[in-house]
């Protein structure tokens, strides 16, 4: 929920956050929705179809409601627009979640883990690599990232002034699969490893951090009043519902079976 959920989380921060310093902030807006829904419907849903996803007490008590609590939180927020004091209080909302988090994972700790010894495996079988080759690692990947975004957002304006599409809806379908398919590799690839508990934390993780930090870069930005009534209406509903279905399908057999994950799939799709 922490590491993954902001990793994966980069792309929707930097679209967003460039749509609305371009003025565009039904995109920015758009991708946060559409993000979470295809996180809980589209990735959850083929995730589940991979493996049987099992969910842990832990994570039922503590991220599923922060979960919930941030989305309903971004989607009064993003009513007319999220204005420079809502940013703050989405940021702060973020803060409050994080700590959460971290002291809930501080009191489950680590005993009768093999989390330590993983670790150490994983660092003595490990190439060390040189701390030059590491910064140009991330230099590379950060200069992706952002002529990506760049190009994701310049390409959805163009697109929706083509096709005469608002810049919500193109924010919500295209731009939001684009920005979601690190969660998408994410996900599959825990699944395929057994290791449930990643796969959940990726798309809970990075929900709250689309709705609170993302959210929070949208305001901060000034793009200004958000006028996109299906985007702010329709696609909030959209986004809420999902979420609530997500939610139940975590919380009824502390699983997502394949039947559950069919189901989820089949609500994003519809």
Known sequence: ALVIGLGTSAPEMLVSGLAALQGDPAVGAGNIVGSNIANLGLILGIAGLVGNISVTDATLRTEVPLVVAATVAFALAVQGGVSVGEGLALLAGLVGALAVVVRRSRAVGTAGTDLEEDVEDFL???????????????????????????????????????????????????????????????????????????????????????????????????????????????????????????????????????????????????
């Not at 080759?133 to 163009?158: D, F, M, T």
């Not at 959210?215 to 609530?244: C, E, I, K, R, S």
């Open 124 to 270: 003595a079988h490990e190439p060390r690599r040189s701390t030059g080759r590491l910064v140009a690692a991330l230099a590379v990947g950060l200069g992706g990232i952002i002529g990506g975004a760049q190009a994701l957002v310049g390409g959805a304006i163009e697109v929706a002034d083509a096709l005469d599409l608002s810049g919500g809806l193109v924010g919500m379908t295209l731009v939001a699969v684009g920005t979601s398919v690190p969660e998408l590799v994410t996900a599959v690839a825990a699944v395929r490893a057994g290791e449930d508990e990643l796969v959940v934390g990726n798309v809970l993780g990075s929900n709250l951090f689309n709705c609170l930090a993302v959210g929070a870069v949208v305001g901060l930005a000034g793009a200004g009043p958000l006028d996109d009534t299906t985007l702010t209406t329709g696609g909030v509903a959209l986004m809420l519902g999902v979420t609530a279905v997500a939610a139940a399908a975590l919380a009824i057999g502390r699983r997502v079976t394949r039947l559950e994950a069919a189901g989820l799939l089949a609500t994003y799709l519809v």
